[in-house]
Nanobody, 122 residues
Framework: QVQLVESGGGLVQAGGSLRLSCAAS????????MGWFRQGPGKEREFVAA????????RNADSVKGRFTISRDNAKNTVYLEMNSLKPEDTAVYYCAAGRAVTTDPEDFNSWGQGTQVTVSS
């Protein structure tokens, strides 16, 4: 089991940038696929991005392609989500998750952080 703690959320104007971090503890971090999901007000949780344990395989949701970048530093047990050109519709609680594969299905991720709020003002 991997324990996850997100940070880096906040309030930003449209067009701005934020970098989210997810600090992990647990011996399996280096072999786990990692993902970011988000849940906006009144919406279901949705996939944002995922990365394989070695970083060679990545997936992004269509809604964030060209704007968001997922990366990881296994030496620091940390995964990042660099978010640029933010839009009001990106407003959500962002969750970090650890799982078995680079997929878009939250059911494939078995460890979750508590989430960090990102608010984008227009």
């Amino acid at each position: 089991q991997v324990q996850l703690v997100e940070s880096g959320g906040g309030l930003v104007q449209a067009g701005g940038s934020l970098r989210l971090s997810c600090a992990a503890s647990g011996r399996t971090f280096g072999t786990a696929a990692m993902g970011w999901f988000r849940q906006g007000p009144g919406k279901e949780r949705e996939f944002v991005a995922a990365i394989s344990w070695g970083g060679a395989s990545r997936r992004n949701a269509d809604s964030v392609k060209g704007r968001f970048t997922i990366s990881r530093d296994n030496a620091k047990n940390t995964v990042y989500l660099e978010m640029n050109s933010l839009k009001p519709e990106d407003t959500a609680v962002y969750y970090c998750a650890a799982g078995r594969a680079v997929t878009t299905d939250p059911e494939d991720f078995n460890s979750w952080g508590q989430g960090t709020q990102v608010t984008v003002s227009s």
